[in-house]
């Protein structure tokens, strides 16, 4: 129903108040977070009405004997978020009713939702960590009925759909645009203008009417000190801190505790480790949302703060050298103070498996307020993902039974069936995923949870809250008046990373999360950090892997005379044969690096012509390639055999990474000569979103140590998107390239 037009058009009726671009604009205020008169956010979803872990197919109703109900919403409204697990290649369809109207206003598969046509804009709609979800304003003046499919939702060949909608109640009377039947470029401009504003980047004069704070303040040992200190009424809108050592170097900030105090309050409102609240836990890598970032030596916050009387910025020195702190702040002064703002909070939260049987805590507030978000680790401690089943649940006022309850721990952050491999989004992200540990958080701009009197969220530790597993939080939220944040415990190690069996062992999966996020400085702290912890086989291979990091930032010209260096001082013979390859590459530009990992026993071709040979899930190969400048064909053969199913294949050239990814093209026992460019690519088919996790996927948890950076981060492990037939012996996959 898709070809040509999105929207299918509906019944005619008068015309709205106000046009949908208006309506999207309304939305754009960088100052909404910490407003507490926007709109109550609700969910609805396939959440288990037992309180269960069969959190799918629960339905609000059925139509016929092929279609299901999922949300049966009443107006005025406007549907905020859209999340599912959907179905097999995306071709489950859906339907969207608006206001009562007997033909669907939207008729179309996941699919075609995902091709960047109005309202479902790129940077609105993705198919990511295993599920779809939508950020495109839906708004109705009476009613919407959301209709899915029910003959295409299979997982693995299991029949279950995941779903979660959010959506808003608006007050009666609020002028609410029809759905447009067709979108004008008014219309088209607001949602680009709308993306645009989810990933925070700055709008022209975005800084128009702020002043600017700045100070420099030195914290001894054990100490404290006002970095920061304002005068009301005003909004914070921007904060930047950066910790350095009395050399100048970015300092160790893990003995670092972060405290906001409100207009004349003793107690700070925000009180948690210093960089948990800029949201870096656990010792993750840097990396940049729409509200919060770390890099390097610098952090920074852009939740809107609003002050009445003043506030005061206090970090806490629990080390044992002092550290200089420069703050800077951009600051929109107030004529009056406005009391439909909130002044923002920040909680922290810890809990062991000692707390099994219990949910984790992640905001207990009193008063009238608004829960924004949340940065929560997982650090399971039995070798399995099941504690990522747990529920969230959010309970506000008198409630008995909570109006907001998930349908999964990962489901909460945009993710799905335990997530794929670490992703970084502006409202949404997991920062960090290795077995068994997660980091990952979610912000609440447009769906934020509202209450009067009180507000508890939490989420389960697993089915039955019985996963032991280490959970630690920052809750986000408003309040209309400055009171304590109620964190637990402070202190030097209140951050810590829990320790775990597994750490050593998955090294390079680490590693490879640092690449993907762009930080190879943190990458190369981290192996100065696994190092220190006693002797290691692998040792020489990894200071390797050091040069090849600074070669990453600095160039090889630095680089080059470390690796001779290096060469010269290492009698290991993997490492010296790594560092030739290191610099062979750099002899010609014609020559390349090609790495293989992979699951099953699978043979590698280059333009028809056998040039590797890889089987197991542990086992990462690189090996010297030539290539010629022009149209190249990398070809895999993978032969049958038990989980697990992944290929995985990078090639370094001197015009960047070339790795397995979604756009590569599989078929079952292909016939004739599919390995090189002369092939019938009809029967040929995207692998989609078959990629894999890690790899290695379980049940394997290590891979082999090497030097080569990107190789393993940038290329995706990739399976076929179909179910292997039962006569087939082989799968191909084929992606041509050009070397220029």
Same mark, same amino acid.
């Given at each position: 129903?898709? %070809?040509?037009? /999105?929207?299918?058009?509906?019944? #005619?009726?008068? @015309?709205?108040?106000? !046009? +949908? &671009? ?95 046509? %109005?309202?479902? /804009?790129?940077?609105?709609?993705? #198919?990511?960590? @295993?599920?779809?979800? !939508? +950020? &495109? ?98 909004? /914070?809108?921007?904060?930047?801190? #950066? ?7 970015? &300092? ?489």
């Amino acid at each position: 129903m898709l %070809a040509g037009a /999105l929207f299918v058009a509906g019944c #005619r009726g008068r @015309s709205p108040s106000i !046009s +949908y &671009a208006q309506f999207v604009d309304g939305l754009l205020d960088p100052e909404r977070p910490a407003r507490l008169d926007t709109p109550q956010a609700e969910l609805v979803g396939s959440v288990d009405p037992t309180g269960g872990n069969d959190d799918f197919n629960n339905f609000a109703g059925i139509v016929g004997t092929n279609w299901a109900i999922l949300a049966d919403l009443t107006g005025p409204g406007t549907v905020t978020r859209f999340w599912t697990t959907g179905g097999a290649d995306d071709q489950q369809r859906l339907q969207f009713y608006f206001d009562g109207e007997r033909k669907p206003r939207i008729d179309a598969t996941l699919a075609d939702l995902r091709q960047g046509r %109005a309202p479902f /804009l790129t940077a609105l709609s993705r #198919r990511q960590q @295993s599920c779809w979800f !939508s +950020y &495109a304003p839906l708004p109705f003046q009476k009613s919407l009925k959301i209709l899915a499919e029910t003959g295409n939702f299979t997982h693995e060949g299991w029949p279950r759909l995941f779903y979660q909608v959010n959506y808003s109640r608006l007050p009666p009377g609020t002028a609410v645009p029809r759905f447009p039947e067709a979108f004008t470029d008014d219309d088209v401009a607001a949602l680009q203008r709308f993306g645009l504003s989810l990933n925070n980047e700055p709008l022209p004069a975005a800084r128009g009417g702020l002043t600017n704070r700045m100070a420099r303040s030195t914290i001894p040992a054990g100490g404290a000190a006002e970095v920061l200190t304002l005068t009301g009424p005003a909004v /914070l809108r921007d904060l930047s801190l #950066r910790v350095l050592t009395a050399d100048g170097t970015a &300092a160790d900030r893990r003995a670092l505790t972060l405290e906001i105090a409100w207009d004349d309050q003793p107690e700070p409102s925000v009180a948690t480790p210093f960089d948990a609240f800029f949201g870096r836990l656990w010792g993750a890598p840097d990396y940049a949302s729409a509200y919060l970032m770390t890099s390097g030596a610098t952090v920074r916050c852009r939740w809107p703060m609003p002050f009445q009387k003043g506030a005061r910025v206090v970090v806490r020195n629990g080390g044992s050298q002092p550290v200089a702190v420069e703050a800077e702040g951009w600051v929109r002064p107030m004529t009056s103070w406005n009391p439909a703002m909130g002044y923002l909070h920040a909680s922290w939260h810890h809990s062991t498996p000692a707390n099994l049987g219990r949910p984790h805590v992640v905001v207990h507030a009193v008063g009238r307020g608004k829960i924004v978000g949340c940065l929560l680790g997982d650090s399971s401690a039995t070798p399995s993902w099941w504690a990522l089943e747990g529920d969230e649940t959010i309970r506000i006022d008198s409630e008995n039974v909570p109006g907001w309850r998930g349908t999964g721990l990962e489901d909460y952050f945009n993710g799905g069936w335990y997530y794929k491999n670490n992703l970084v989004m502006p409202t949404h992200g997991l920062v960090f995923k290795r077995p068994f540990v997660t980091i990952q958080y979610r912000f609440h701009r447009d769906d934020a949870r509202r209450f009067e009197q009180s507000a508890d969220m939490v989420f389960e530790r697993g089915p039955d809250q019985m996963s032991p597993a280490t959970m630690a939080s920052v809750g986000y939220f408003y309040l209309g008046e400055p009171s304590p944040a109620g964190s637990d415990a402070l202190g030097p190690a209140a951050g810590d990373v829990p320790a775990d069996e597994y750490e050593a062992a998955a090294l390079m999966t680490t590693l490879c999360n640092f690449e993907r996020l762009g930080d190879y400085v943190g990458a190369s702290a981290c192996i100065d950090r696994h190092l220190a912890g006693g002797d290691t086989p692998d040792a020489e291979i990894l200071r390797l892997r050091q040069i090849a990091y600074r070669e990453r930032l600095e160039g090889f010209p630095v680089a080059r005379p470390l690796y001779e260096a290096f060469l010269q001082s290492t009698t290991n013979e993997p490492a010296v044969s790594y560092a030739r390859l290191l610099l062979w590459f750099h002899e010609s530009p014609d020559h390349a690096l090609l790495s293989l990992n992979c699951g099953l026993p699978t043979r590698v071709y280059l333009d028809g012509v056998t040039v590797g040979e890889v089987g197991h899930p542990q086992a990462f190969v690189v090996q010297p390639i030539t290539l010629a400048p022009g149209r190249h064909v990398l070809a895999m053969q993978a032969f049958r055999g038990p989980q697990p199913e992944w290929v995985q294949a990078g090639l370094r050239t001197h015009s960047g990474v070339i790795g397995t990814a979604k756009d590569w093209r599989f078929a079952f026992d292909p016939a004739g000569n599919w390995r090189n460019d002369a092939v019938d690519m009809s029967a040929w088919k995207p692998t989609g979103d078959s990629v894999q996790e890690g790899p290695p996927p379980l049940p394997y948890v290590a891979t082999q140590p090497h030097p080569f950076v990107d190789l393993q981060s940038i290329p995706w492990g990739i399976w076929a998107n179909a179910v292997w037939p039962p006569e087939g012996k082989t799968v191909g996959f084929r992606q041509e390239f050009d070397i220029p």
